[in-house]
């Protein structure tokens, strides 16, 4: 047997999809990877998704420990599978090593040159991903020449080194969405899945919008990087009103643990999380914010542990519930803003509904294999789901555990939602209001797709016949279809 079966189980929903399957798991749990970072706090998402993934050996150069030891632990308790370690640069043996990931903001990204070559003058595949607030840049490099022309070109355009403050939320977003997207191609380096070589992108999370970056316009998008600037926003003042919001989360699951996992980092002051199951080893693929010390734990309670330990001060209310008919009104009430992360077309409906007749922002995400979709839906304002989707049948899609799905796709699926939510809050940059996100991980495209309000829609158009929560046929409902 190439894996064992606990192996098997927790790899479940990976090696479902026949671009995986058990003998590729095996290779990503052989891969090693050296992560170049800062701090601990801004690698930990990508930690965290390289694990869920199965990369078995992860070898980080910090500029900056402190937390690391916790990280291991954490990281042991998540994935016993993976080996986490710190190393000084000159022990690197590099036949060990397969692939490398530089990994910060512009200022600590710029300061590298010194540190890129390895000895023996091997050159090991890297990707650079650097970040501005809200905006970064991932780029692919196969030789020494361009990669350090990449870090060059960058010292060149970047000037206001003292203005960092990388606690905001705009760099939040930056380094979980782009540590993830690290971790994707960590995963498709590995199996060989995918143009890696094509994969660079400019992404700008405060208008999502995602430029593919050609060769010869490389140097373009640095210099946007390098000069963008968010000065007008004020970051106080979004600080001020995160901590006085509430925000509820249908589901703790693939989509549940990133977007919640984010806010709490953001400091958003109130989290309710609703999912009515318990933690089983065949999530941990994707579920970054349960354990394997947690398994047979409600899902909420397991949430609960996992974000109080980033903020203390969230406040986490839980309902060890299904999302239903009877209890939607009484719950949604109470919250500013929803995310929807489960993966039934019935629930999505509920929400739908529920959230348009109580004037709440819903924000949605679903995923299936290496696929991804986001959308924000404004009440009055913007489309919603039944204009999208006007007539979707009991069991209509696939859902993750029938089909499977990469861990890190719901991963960037929740962390987008989790930037929508702080931007409608501080009601600041361009969200996906009358917009559809398609992420494809493979071909490592973003694309928006425009919507429009459906004027004959039932519930949100200008005669809707749908004015009171009605009830959803769920026959086709199996234990794990509505969570994912
Ligand atoms: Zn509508």
């Not at 394997?292 to 309902?319: C, H, Q, W």
């Not at 039944?386 to 859902?399: E, I, T």
């Amino acid at each position: 047997m190439i894996l064992s079966k606990e192996q098997i189980n927790r790899y479940l929903r990976h090696i479902i999809i026949p671009e995986i399957s058990g003998q590729g798991q095996k290779k990503l749990l052989e891969f090693s990877v050296l992560v170049y970072g800062e701090t601990v706090e801004e690698i930990s998402p990508m930690i965290y998704y390289l694990s869920a993934t199965g990369i078995g050996n992860i070898i980080c150069h910090l500029h900056n420990v402190q937390g690391f030891e916790s990280l291991i632990s954490n990281i042991k308790d998540y994935n016993p599978d993976i080996s986490l370690k710190l190393n000084d640069e000159n022990e690197l043996n590099n036949d060990e090593v397969k692939f490398r990931i530089f990994f910060g903001n512009i200022n600590y990204i710029t300061n590298f040159k010194k540190n890129v070559s390895v000895k023996n003058n091997i050159f090991i595949p890297s990707i650079i991903s650097v970040y501005n607030e809200w905006d970064s840049i991932i780029a692919y490099f196969d030789n020494e020449i361009s990669l350090n022309h990449f870090i060059n070109n960058l010292s060149n355009e970047y000037t206001n080194l003292n203005n960092i403050n990388k606690y905001n939320c705009g760099y939040i977003i930056s380094y979980s969405i782009l540590g993830t997207l690290c971790a994707i191609e960590c995963f498709k380096k590995c199996l060989q899945i995918g143009q890696i070589q094509n994969d660079n992108l400019y992404l700008d999370l405060f208008s999502m919008e995602f430029n593919k970056i050609e060769q010869n316009n490389l140097e373009s998008f640095i210099k946007k990087l390098c000069t963008v600037n968010y000065e007008n926003i004020n970051n106080n003042h979004i600080k001020e009103v995160m901590s006085q919001s509430k925000v509820l989360i249908i589901g703790a699951g693939g989509l549940g643990s990133p977007a919640a996992y984010n806010l709490a980092l953001a400091g958003v002051g109130t989290i309710g999380l609703i999912d009515n199951d318990k933690v089983e080893l065949s999530n941990l693929n994707r579920q970054i914010i349960h354990s394997v010390s947690r398994i047979g734990m409600p899902k909420v309670e397991s949430a609960k542990i996992f974000l109080k330990n980033i903020n203390p001060d969230l406040n986490v209310i839980t309902y060890m519930d299904y999302f239903n008919l009877e209890n939607a009104v009484e719950i949604i009430k109470d919250y500013d803003i929803v995310i929807s992360a489960v993966d039934n077309i019935q629930t999505r409906y509920l929400l739908n509904d529920a959230c348009i007749l109580a004037n709440k922002p819903l924000v949605e995400a679903g995923v299936l294999k290496f696929n991804g979709t986001n959308t924000t839906i404004i009440p009055n304002e913007g489309h919603c789901y039944r204009c999208l989707f006007p007539n979707l049948g009991a069991g209509s899609g696939a859902s993750c555990s029938e089909t499977g799905v990469l861990g890190p796709v719901p991963g960037i699926m929740g962390f987008i939602q989790s930037a929508e939510v702080i931007k409608i809050i501080a009601k600041i940059g361009i969200t996906l209001k009358n917009k559809i996100l398609m992420f494809d991980a493979i071909d490592f495209d973003f694309m928006n797709v425009n919507l429009e309000k459906n004027p004959n829609c039932p519930v949100c158009g200008k005669n809707p016949s749908i004015t009171t929560l009605q009830t959803y046929d769920l026959t086709c409902k199996t234990k794990e279809d509505n969570k994912i």
